[in-house]
């Protein structure tokens, strides 16, 4: 509850809690010209309809400062020393899951009483900002060496061998649910209009295991997963969509394959066939879907679908093979072209995940 003084409220029904109004640059010019021409404070003020106080105030500001104009404002003192700032800053450094609860505690035993929201706005003026933290694939130490091999052996590798690679994964689209996200223009108090909510259902309402393709050129082909998929159906869905798909594409003679380590890639059927093929496979990093441009594309794609958002498993997998086909071969191409930033970050994060 906030506590008022109903004494002074009484004497002074008129008066307000607002901030006085300042006198304009003009009035305080003209207090400072008739002190000037020997007018006293108490007669400058009946003039010009000032209080004498006020009158006072401006001619000790021109006699030290010798101007009128209003000057910089100190503000509050801060809470936190410099000592304790940097204190809390290199705990965090060391430890980001630090609380501000933590952070409190550490510096009231430091003799500094603060509140939370004064660890977050000193935390942000250190360019520190409390974030969600990003889900990212585990990595052992045996992933983390691979993907710096990885990342060195092609590092110089020209742009034109990696226009000669499709690329290839497979995702899982949902009909409502994580997927299904986008922001609204909306009024005030129309956030429940039915043009700016998505609707959901009990238990996510289903979803669609996809398998692609694409490469510089543009996207190949995309299709639906209907049942679970084993290395028996993986290696029948390469035999119906990829040599088609390197067709569509017009890939050049020699064109490289890549898929990641899923057992079902790697099992010794699936190798087998992709060697009797004469399919040339890209060696590939576990735990780097980063190093896979398609993410790029799946992600484009969840969003493009999101905005449609259908109703039913049928509408799903029709909107998704068309806005797939309405990928843009720019967007291929610039993600193949931008390849070796994915090298050089891995390079540059010792071998951990990158922003891609």
């Known amino acids: 509850m906030f506590r008022t003084d109903e004494s002074l409220i009484s004497q002074t029904p008129n008066s307000t809690m607002a901030k006085t109004k300042e006198l304009s640059k003009d009035t305080r010019n003209k207090i400072v010209d008739l002190h000037q021409a020997g007018k006293t404070e108490s007669a400058i003020g009946k003039q010009l309809g000032v209080k004498k106080s006020t009158v006072g105030a401006i001619i000790r500001k021109w006699k030290t400062y010798k101007t009128t104009d209003n000057l910089s404002r100190s503000g509050a003192p801060r809470k936190i020393s410099p000592c304790g700032v940097k204190m809390i800053t290199r705990t965090v450094s060391k430890n980001p899951r630090t609380t501000r609860g933590d952070l409190v505690n550490d510096l009231q035993r430091a003799g500094t009483k603060v509140t939370k929201a004064t660890i977050s706005n000193t935390l942000r003026r250190q360019g520190l900002k409390s974030c969600s933290a990003r889900r990212v694939p585990l990595l052992k130490p045996v992933h983390v060496r691979a993907r710096l091999k990885f990342a060195r052996e092609h590092l110089d590798d020209p742009e034109e ?131 896979n441009p398609i993410e790029n594309l799946w992600r484009d794609l969840k969003i493009r679908v999101a905005q449609q958002q259908p109703q039913n498993i049928t509408a799903l997998e029709e909107i998704c093979m068309e806005e797939w086909a309405k990928l843009p071969a720019t967007v291929c191409k610039n993600l193949v072209a931008t390849y070796r930033k994915r090298l050089t970050s891995v390079i540059a994060n010792k071998g951990y995940i990158t922003k891609y």
């Open 161 to 291: 061998d990696w226009e000669n690679v499709i690329w290839s994964d497979e995702t899982k689209i949902e009909l409502f649910g994580k997927n299904s996200t986008c922001r609204v223009w909306r009024r005030k108090n129309a956030e429940l209009h039915p043009k700016n909510t998505i609707p959901t259902v009990k238990h996510g309402g289903g979803n669609i295991m996809l398998w692609g393709c694409f490469s510089a050129k543009g996207p190949g082909r995309l299709i639906r997963v209907k049942e679970r998929m084993n290395g028996a159906m993986y290696r029948e869905i390469l035999s119906k969509n990829l040599l088609p798909s390197a067709r569509a594409l017009k890939m050049k003679r020699g064109w490289v394959f890549q898929h990641d380590n899923d057992p079902k890639h790697t099992a010794r059927a699936t190798k087998e066939w992709l060697r009797k093929k004469h399919f040339k496979v890209l060696e590939w990093p576990s735990q780097s879907p980063d190093l």
